[in-house]
């Protein structure tokens, strides 16, 4: 079903190449790379909003949001590690949340075939929140443009503490999804 908040789904999904080539790219760019992530994670909150209140939401939605969630926060973390951004050991946070994310997955296409689901929580809303902002300052940290260059190690510092206060909720959203899964087999 085409409707404004399933493209605005898809807008966050299709932005993700030419974010993180605006982020390879430093200076300028990254400043760039760093409004087009503000602007993919607003309609992150819009698609939902849209489609809740003028009751468009469909199952293509329900199925694209966390997927283009997980491409935006996993695409970003790869990215950001590929180029060194990940400092203070938060490469470990990060391989954290990509297990997590791998893990879930696998566990909602499972359900998916047996006719079932695995509802998201409103923690997991506030995992992937505070990732987005996490993922904003370690970009504001490893590219910004020399107009912010005296701040940029703090921007760093910032996004690494938030990436890793991430990894709480993202520990136990995946094991309370994984519980829900077994379960529901054991139904």
């Not at 698609?47 to 935006?72: E, F, H, N, V």
């Not at 997955?105 to 998916?112: F, H, K, P, T, V």
């Not at 923690?123 to 912010?148: N, R, Y």
Request: hydrophobic share 50%.
């Amino acid at each position: 079903m085409i409707n404004l908040p399933n493209l605005l789904t898809l807008f966050r999904i299709l932005v993700i190449p030419v974010l993180i080539g605006c982020l390879a790219g430093g200076g300028l760019w990254a400043d760039m790379a760093f409004l087009l992530y503000v602007g993919a994670c607003v309609t992150d909150y819009l698609d939902g909003a849209l489609a809740r209140r003028q009751g468009l939401t469909s199952d293509l939605g329900r199925m694209m949001d966390p997927i283009a969630d997980k491409l935006l926060v996993g695409g970003l973390l790869l990215a950001l590690a590929g180029m060194g951004g990940l400092r203070f050991c938060s490469l470990y946070a990060a391989i954290l949340i990509m297990l997590r994310e791998i893990m879930i997955s696998g566990l909602r296409e499972y359900m998916a075939s047996r006719n079932e689901t695995i509802p998201s929580t409103r923690l997991a809303k506030w995992k992937t929140g505070t990732q987005m902002v996490a993922i904003g300052f370690l970009i504001l940290g490893e590219g910004a443009s020399t107009s912010f260059h005296d701040v940029t190690w703090c921007f760093g510092v910032i996004g690494a503490a938030l990436l890793w206060l991430s990894v709480i909720p993202t520990l136990l959203t995946g094991t309370g999804y994984l519980k829900a899964t077994v379960a529901q087999m054991r139904r």
